[in-house]
């Protein structure tokens, strides 16, 4: 069993880096933390980075996970190639240029590339966001699935993560107390699906939810409230297509918790979604009533 400790950045590819940036600064409100090789690193809390935009193929998308140390890697890459998972190591340059002490790539059955990073690099300086919308912290990303029985399994029993709830086929799944560090949403293509910051407070989400719309930013859902999680949301659009989110108040499963915990298992319907009466227009969250609807 491979312990990821925490989910500690995405790299998304993109054509025109320089644009993703201006968004991510000046909508999205991360602090711009570096240039480098072609990628601008930005960041939503005092970690090195935690989104980084690579001069590339738009669907080309990596996340990296958090393991505890050397000796955790080495045994995460012979469990990944026992599960007949093959594992490239990092170079040098390219641990540098993650800003980790070391990792391996591997990519998991739906296609998706994951990174396995040893001492992820802390920053010394504090997060200052770019505007003020409240972002705290990077939380958790929604990645699509091809099969998400096979996918759940292998992150249930390759990796550490626990099921919190389902939303149809769609698993929430934790590996620390947060609800949820990744969703698995069915689609016929692998990639990241959304990206998640938490915010302070629902006060954040609203004041989001207007400045998006004065921005003329494409709001795809909300605001509303998760009934899985409980966290109030506001998902709208970025660079190439992807959905990012801010939500505040997203519930924890203490460790005493744990042993008891049972996972609800809610339809694959607008409401479980969003308990106010907010319908996604998000193509993975879009269920068949609102398919009838539209
Ligand atoms: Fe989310």
Known sequence: MIELKDLRYVRLGTR????????????????????????????????DHTLVYVKGDPAAHAAGWEVADAAALDAAGAALEAHGVPVRPGTRHEAELRHVEDFLSFVDPSGNTHDLVVRPHHSGRRYFAARDCGVWSFSHIGLRTTDAARDEAFWTTVLNARVSDRIGAAALLRIHEVHHTIALFPSTYPGVQHVNHQVHGVDDVMRAYYFMREQGVRIVFGPGRHPTSGAVFLYFEGPDGMVYEYSTGVRLIKAEEEAAYRPRQFPFTASSFCMWGSKPDIPEFRTKEDAAAA
Do not use: F, H, N, S
């Open 16 to 47: 025109d880096p320089d644009a993703a940036a201006e968004y991510a600064q000046k909508i999205l409100g991360l602090e711009l933390v570096r240039r480098a090789g072609g990628a601008v690193y930005l960041r939503g809390d005092d970690r």
